[in-house]
């Protein structure tokens, strides 16, 4: 494009607070694309919520979605376990990705050295005496992640909680979703049926959010 087009076009995003300038005269993003990208978060949940809900019916747990932010994960939406101790995690809540379950999914995603530049960013704190703290051993897990379709966290973030993770798959931004519970009732030999759903729902999740980029988008609770 010329020159002057494109000073134009970035002078127009400057002034409605896209971009903005450095002193130094270089260009950055500007603070209106926070808004931008809460909308985005707020739809994609208002669209998954009807799948995490039937998670919950179909397993009795609590139902997430999880979206990647930088170098953490952050949790876009969750339905609750009905019962009364259950898994509960704030909506909003950014979390390290080499400890839990969506992290790990979506960790699995990227290439080696992508995973090693993540991790030397922000680090692999000790969150229970299960959490992996080595990139080596934590590499090696990612890779039976990425073949067999899922992750777990097991006692990894929080002591005593099992959760287990699918991505959402061709999803732009990077999304999982996940079902999480007390060990006692997330057994391990009720998780291949739980990837199953998780599968399941995952799939009709990323088929809607294709058709919905050709129709309106659903209007986010107030």
Request: aromatic letters at 2%; glycine letters at 8%.
């Amino acid at each position: 494009m010329p020159l002057s087009s494109i000073h134009r076009l970035v002078r127009t995003l400057v002034t409605r607070g896209y971009v903005r300038q450095l002193p130094s005269r270089r260009y950055v993003l500007g603070p209106r694309l926070i808004h931008l990208g809460e909308i985005a978060s707020q739809t994609l949940a208002t669209w998954a919520r009807p799948h995490l809900s039937a998670l919950v019916d179909a397993v009795g747990e609590t139902a997430n979605l999880a979206m990647l932010d930088g170098d953490r994960v952050v949790y876009a939406a969750q339905v609750p376990s009905r019962h009364s101790m259950r898994m509960f995690t704030e909506v909003g809540r950014r979390v390290h990705l080499h400890c839990t379950g969506v992290g790990k999914v979506l960790l699995a995603g990227l290439p080696d050295d992508g995973v090693r530049e993540v991790l030397a960013r922000a680090g692999m704190p000790s969150r229970t005496p299960r959490t992996l703290t080595d990139p080596d051993a934590l590499l090696s897990q990612l890779h039976r992640v990425a073949a067999q379709g899922y992750a777990l966290d097991d006692g990894e973030e929080e002591e005593g909680v099992r959760c287990v993770a699918v991505p959402v798959p061709g999803g732009a931004p990077a999304a999982a979703i996940s079902v999480s519970g007390p060990e006692g009732r997330m057994a391990m030999d009720a998780v291949p049926r739980v990837v199953s759903l998780l599968r399941s729902a995952a799939a009709a999740l990323a088929a809607e959010l294709t058709a919905g980029r050709d129709r309106p988008a659903p209007v986010p609770p107030a």
